[in-house]
């Protein structure tokens, strides 16, 4: 009965807020599991909007029995993202453009397939294709072997399948749409953080928000990092393309990144033998704790902007990749607790963060496909407003050396 239930359509009534129905795709404790599934606005009786959600199963390759959730909104954004990976968003389309890249990486790797130790601790690379992976919680960065273990590059997260996955559509307008998963990093003797993710999307928008409440469920103190790698290529990444940001400061990650700090706010086109370059910011936000992050295209009528809390995500990094197409074509805008330096470094410079036993914290980013130039200029202003008078600190020495 209990199974049943789970797979059944639920009406719920939330303190202070509209009815909604509630479809569990996943469900680990009751052993439950949708598989092949679809809802419409037209199948919920709503006039005004026009939307589909859907669960597929994948075959074939590295990909056999990965999952994908896809959101179409008519007039507004196709949203991809996979249970199987860490609640991870593949890809965003719309309005004639797009956040995400094309990687090398061509399937939605199932994390079976994946060996994170494998290639000195750099598998997380096997299936990285994403728009946004959550690189946490248990820890994050570049991958460092201390403590007698590995600690592989960007933690678990990414490569851990949602234990419950639930689609939630609020009865009346705007039709809010809510997609939740449960991310468990939970160890004998070590860990115990789990991770509810929620994305909100209202059909017809051009943004979407997430909302992640992170929770120590041992009964000890343990240490969380978290990097939002958010990640762009074409349209919006081309040659003379430019990222915005205010900031306080801002430094290379290593000496390679130095020579990129004279040319940090613009983009080159796809570059054959480009090395990564990374910089570290130090993000200023308004009287509210917002900031705001954005990457456009040479023209000034594309781009995709990030808000974030400082109080919560309090650095952020940029993470410039223009290699050769295929190579993978991309840039990364990262807000974060920690930089990627290996977290024995974010320990020293005293950067990695605490929850205590029971405790949570959260995390709320809201991301915008923008279109069209008043789009732009509107982000741009915005910028401007919170840089003010404050002139940015171009800093040529890196914060620490791996």
């Given at each position: 009965m209990k199974t049943k239930l789970a797979l059944t359509v639920l009406a719920v009534m939330i303190s202070g807020h509209a009815a909604a129905k509630t479809w569990v795709l996943t469900s680990a404790e009751v052993?439950?599991?949708?598989?092949?599934?679809?809802?419409?606005?037209?199948?919920?009786?709503?006039?005004?909007?026009?939307?589909?959600?859907?669960?597929?199963?994948?075959?074939?390759g590295k990909q056999e029995g990965s999952k994908v959730i896809?959101?179409?909104?008519?007039?507004?954004?196709?949203?991809?993202?996979?249970p199987t990976r860490g609640m991870n968003l593949l890809r965003v389309e719309?309005?004639?453009?797009?956040?995400?890249?094309?990687?090398?990486?061509?399937?939605?790797?199932?994390?079976?397939?994946?060996?994170l130790e494998s290639r000195n601790g750099v598998g997380w690379l096997e299936g990285f294709n994403e728009m946004i992976v959550r690189c946490g919680y248990e820890w994050t960065g570049h991958p460092v072997t201390a403590d007698?273990?590995?600690?592989?590059?960007?933690?678990?997260?990414?490569?851990?399948p949602a234990s419950q996955v639930e689609v939630e559509v609020a009865d009346t307008a705007p039709y809010e749409i809510h997609?939740?998963?449960?991310?468990?990093?939970?160890?004998?003797?070590?860990?115990?953080?789990?991770?509810?993710?929620?994305?909100?999307?209202?059909?017809?928008?051009?943004?979407?928000?997430?909302?992640?409440?992170?929770?120590?469920?041992?009964d000890y103190p343990h240490d969380y990092q978290i990097i939002y790698h958010s990640n762009f290529g074409a349209p919006i990444l081309e040659n003379g393309a430019r990222f915005l940001a205010p900031m306080a400061s801002i430094s290379p990650f290593n000496d390679y990144a130095k020579d990129g700090l004279k040319t940090w706010?613009?983009?080159?086109?796809?570059?054959?033998?480009?090395?990564?370059?990374?910089?570290?910011?130090?993000?200023?936000?308004?009287?509210?704790?917002?900031?705001?992050?954005?990457?456009?295209?040479?023209?000034?009528?594309?781009?995709?902007?990030?808000?974030?809390?400082?109080?919560?995500?309090p650095v952020l990094t940029l993470w410039k990749n223009t290699d050769t197409v295929k190579q993978?074509?991309?840039?990364?805008?990262?807000?974060?607790?920690?930089?990627a330096y290996p977290v024995t470094i974010e320990r020293e410079q005293k950067r990695v963060k605490q929850l205590q036993s029971g405790a949570s914290t959260q995390f709320d980013l809201t991301y915008t496909l923008l279109h069209?130039?008043?789009?732009?200029?509107?982000?741009?202003?915005?910028?401007?407003?919170?840089?003010?008078?404050?002139?940015?600190?171009?800093?040529?020495?890196?914060?620490?050396?791996?």
């Open positions: 052993g439950a599991e949708k598989g092949n599934w679809k809802i419409s606005s037209t199948e919920l009786k709503v006039k005004d909007k026009t939307f589909s959600i859907e669960q597929k199963v994948l075959h074939g896809v959101i179409s909104s008519k007039d507004g954004l196709t949203i991809t993202l996979s719309g309005f004639g453009s797009k956040m995400g890249w094309d990687s090398p990486v061509k399937e939605v790797v199932n994390p079976a397939f994946i060996n007698g273990q590995i600690y592989t590059l960007h933690g678990k997260a990414g490569n851990t997609i939740r998963g449960l991310i468990k990093e939970s160890t004998f003797k070590k860990a115990d953080l789990q991770t509810m993710t929620e994305l909100r999307y209202v059909p017809g928008s051009n943004s979407f928000s997430l909302h992640d409440v992170l929770t120590n469920h041992a706010q613009t983009f080159a086109g796809p570059t054959k033998g480009f090395d990564e370059m990374v910089f570290n910011i130090r993000p200023l936000s308004d009287q509210n704790h917002q900031s705001l992050a954005a990457v456009v295209n040479k023209e000034g009528d594309q781009g995709a902007s990030i808000q974030f809390d400082t109080r919560q995500l993978g074509y991309v840039t990364g805008i990262e807000p974060g607790t920690s930089y069209g130039k008043e789009q732009v200029a509107d982000v741009e202003k915005k910028i401007a407003a919170i840089q003010g008078e404050t002139k940015i600190d171009e800093n040529a020495v890196p914060i620490a050396k791996e």
